[in-house]
């Protein structure tokens, strides 16, 4: 019963992200302040957590590819940025 679980727990932080930063952050926020609140029980804690990670990964994966896209505009090079 504990790979149940542990599945389940997993599948908090797989779930699609969110189509732009924004969004991400904005669930990210709620994700913490519902953690910081101390009214989730241990298994959705660990869930909430695994999916606060992934967004956190995402956002900072944006936030890098604009900072290159801005490094490049200050060359006087435009380059197109696949946002993936």
């Not at 904005?26 to 298994?43: F, H, I, R, W």
Request: proline share 4%; net charge negative; aromatic share 4%.
């Amino acid at each position: 019963m504990a790979r149940s679980s542990s599945t389940s727990s997993n599948n908090a932080a797989e779930l699609a992200l969110p189509p732009s930063y924004e969004a991400a952050l904005a669930e990210l926020e709620q994700l913490v302040g519902q953690m910081e609140s101390g009214a989730l029980p241990l298994e959705q804690l660990l869930g909430s957590y695994q999916r606060g990670a992934a967004l956190l990964k995402f956002c900072r994966s944006r936030l890098q590819a604009v900072e290159e896209q801005v490094k490049l505009l200050e060359d006087g090079q435009l380059k197109s940025w696949d946002a993936e």
